[in-house]
């Protein structure tokens, strides 16, 4: 007899599913199982690495995207096992978590679900693991915040039951639909999961339906699970808060009183309102609250050089005219920092040599502007000289500041993100370090440590146990546990212990990949790219300036586009879309069918195969094209491939 059947939906996310589907394979050897992977219709590789590589598991490969619940309810509909086990792609299990659960549920026969501890993929439990039902009262307070300043309260923090301990089995309302273990009596007394629900609130509907039942749900501590998609989305967005809030109106209206609905619609409504708000505010504040200060500040430095420097020099304190600092002052200022913004002084992380070039360009744009300007307009060049000066010292020390705020040093050192531990045995070390030397992230530094105490002393820095005095002493930024050799319990409870230490994690399992919680939305191969790649902020910004200026030259040479291009009017189209940022002029060759796995760009007119026969190209080398196209990106190489082609804009 089938003791537990184990149901995934997969949905483009190639590189996580194996990784769970090897973390299940381990965890089910002594278990009768039966294993489902329902895929929504993927477009990565993901089917074909199943049929490869995972021949034990039950595939149903959908024609189209039927949502989060319909797809489960398609496998556990033939499913045969005693318990039924709702699992995401995006997960690890421990080898002894399916032993554990099933051992629970046997000996509880009033258990109808059991879900378990969660983590994120840098070792932080996920508040989700355990849940209350979602009254009003219970919404409210999540809605404004409350939950957040109170998360041990019962009477505030209802949501995620935060009077209860993570390390402790108990009874709880809602379970996480990540990890949602069922006995099969159960689900069949209190339904599948409703198809209504698209995504977000299904897991919330069965929960409180199997409690219907008769049954009751339990959290269970005495295991965990890595669950990457946790932390990665994005909860902050408008589609987010619309989908969530709108499953919550659906629950609210199936299962509560029809004075409750009211209540609870009305407060959905105001929730996404409210939500919407803030996050257009936030946006905004965010990305105009460091230009706005550099404004300011410098506005005032060129107030009091005037006043300074009309004194001392001219000795007369009403040389400048009124409007020297109403108009002539703030164009200096715009000036400057667009110079400064070109140059990525508006970037995270301060360099302060992109600050000098920034202002140093800005300088030499505002003596240009400067001499073009009507005699009656030129008040100073000394004024712009001084300024320019004044003005790098006022914009170092605004960043300088800002980095003291946020790194809590003065020290502008450089980020240890290439320098790397892995944790693991020698052969398994050699072949991940081979793995990360075979791609362009050039690591600085790579440490070896054991994953036994008997280590080699000249082989390894030390053993796992000692992993983090080794991430302290050697300022280690990326810890990759190598799983052919480790436990995935021994990786989780490490990951738990070190959570704190500010540093990444990702795992190395036997294929040829590396994952962690910063890939969930784009494959390992681009993951471990250089800094140079398309994903840099960096880059993004000269692709935009150079899409702008191009589009932008290109449509004041409209007359010139109307005899020089094959197709005139589609020219000026396309132009005016780049110009508005809806295109790009150069982007992926589309027949790569893999080209979902890359980062995202924008629609192309240009494709990086367009400076050759992309017919005689096979798909293996468009691939590559596109692959070398975004990890070393280069805006010659875009300028080049628009010059070549731009007859057939």
């Known amino acids: 007899m089938i003791k537990l059947s184990i149901v995934i939906v997969n949905y483009n996310v190639e590189h996580f599913l194996e990784h769970c589907l090897l973390s299940v394979r381990q965890a089910v050897k002594n278990i009768e ?10 477009v990565d590789n993901s089917v074909p690495m199943l049929k490869e590589k995972f021949t034990e598991v039950k595939l149903i490969e959908n024609k189209e995207n039927v949502g989060f619940a319909k797809a489960n309810n398609q496998a556990i509909r033939i499913s045969q096992g005693e318990y039924v086990l709702l699992l995401n792609p995006d997960t690890v299990v421990e080898e002894d978590t399916f032993t554990k659960c099933i051992d629970f ?79 099969k009596k159960a689900l069949y007394k209190s339904g599948l999961l409703d198809e209504t629900f698209f995504m977000y609130g299904e897991d919330i509907d069965l929960s409180y339906r199997i409690t219907l039942a008769g049954y009751k749900n339990y959290y269970f501590a005495d295991t965990n699970i890595i669950h990457y998609k946790g932390e990665s989305t994005k909860k902050g967005s408008l589609n987010y808060v619309y989908t969530f809030y709108n499953a919550m109106d659906i629950f609210a209206k199936k299962h ?3 004075s409750q609905t009211k209540i609870f619609s009305l407060i959905i409504k105001l929730a996404i309102w409210f939500r919407a708000s803030l996050a257009f505010f936030k946006r905004i504040f965010k990305n105009l ?74 300088m030499i744009s505002l003596l240009v502007v400067y001499s073009l300007m009507p005699a009656s307009m030129r008040y100073s060049r000394a004024m712009v000289l001084m300024g320019s000066i004044l003005s790098f010292f006022i914009l170092f020390a605004i960043r300088y500041l800002r980095h ?47 994953d036994k105490e008997d280590e080699d002393k000249n082989y390894f820095l030390g053993n796992i146990n000692q992993l983090e005095d080794i991430i302290r002493i050697y300022k280690v930024g990326e810890v990759i546990f190598c799983s052919k050799t480790l436990s995935q319990s021994t ?23 590396i994952i962690g919680s910063n890939t969930i939305n784009t494959p390992t191969d ?30 004041l040479l409209t007359v010139v586009l ?30 790569d069918t893999n080209v979902n796995d890359l980062p995202k760009l924008k629609p192309s007119i240009f494709s990086v195969s367009d400076n050759m026969n992309s017919d005689k190209l096979d798909e293996q080398t468009l691939h590559r094209l596109n692959l070398l196209y975004a990890r070393n990106y280069n805006v010659k190489n875009d300028l080049d491939t628009v010059l070549k082609n731009f007859r057939r804009m």
């Open 491 to 513: 990786i989780i409870s490490t990951m738990t212990n070190l959570s704190k230490e500010n540093v990444r994690f990702t795992i190395a399992p036997d294929s040829d990949f």
């Open 105 to 183: 549920m046997d000996k509880t026969p009033d258990a109808g679900a059991l879900g378990v501890k969660m983590i994120d993929g840098q070792g932080k439990i996920l508040k989700e693991s355990k849940r209350g039902f979602p009254t009003p009262w219970v919404c409210f307070c999540k809605m404004t915040g409350l939950t957040s300043l109170f998360p041990n309260s019962k009477k505030y923090c209802g949501y995620y039951m935060g009077h209860l301990s993570y390390d402790e089995t108990n009874q709880v309302d809602i379970l996480a639909g990540a990890y949602m273990l069922m006995r």
């Open 404 to 450: 003291f705020i946020q790194e809590r040093t003065w020290t502008l050192s450089k980020e240890h993100i290439n320098s790397f531990a892995i944790v693991g045995d020698k052969a398994e070390t050699q072949r991940v370090t081979r793995l990360l030397k075979d791609t362009n992230l050039k690591p600085e530094f790579i440490g070896m440590v054991s």
């Open 33 to 42: 199982t039966e294993i489902f992977v329902v895929d929504n219709n993927s």
């Open 289 to 362: 609250l460091l230009p706005l200060i550099d404004f300011v500040l410098l506005y005032l430095g060129f107030f009091f050089l005037e006043k300074f420097w009309a004194v001392t020099y001219w000795h007369n304190a009403e040389y400048y005219p009124l409007h020297y600092l109403i108009v002539a002052v703030p164009l200096y200022i715009i000036i400057l920092l667009f110079g400064v913004y070109v140059f990525g002084g508006y970037e995270k992380k301060f360099k302060p040599y992109k600050l000098m070039y920034g202002v140093g360009m800005g």
């Open 256 to 258: 509560l009183s029809s």
């Open 562 to 591: 109307l005899f020089v291009t094959k197709k005139p009017f589609r020219a000026i189209k396309n132009n005016f879309l780049v110009l508005i940022s809806k295109k790009t002029f150069v982007g992926y060759d589309l027949k």
């Open 526 to 555: 681009i993951y471990v790219m250089s800094v140079s790649s398309i994903s840099s902020e960096t880059n993004r910004r000269k692709k935009r300036l150079l899409d702008f200026s191009l589009s932008f030259v290109f449509l």
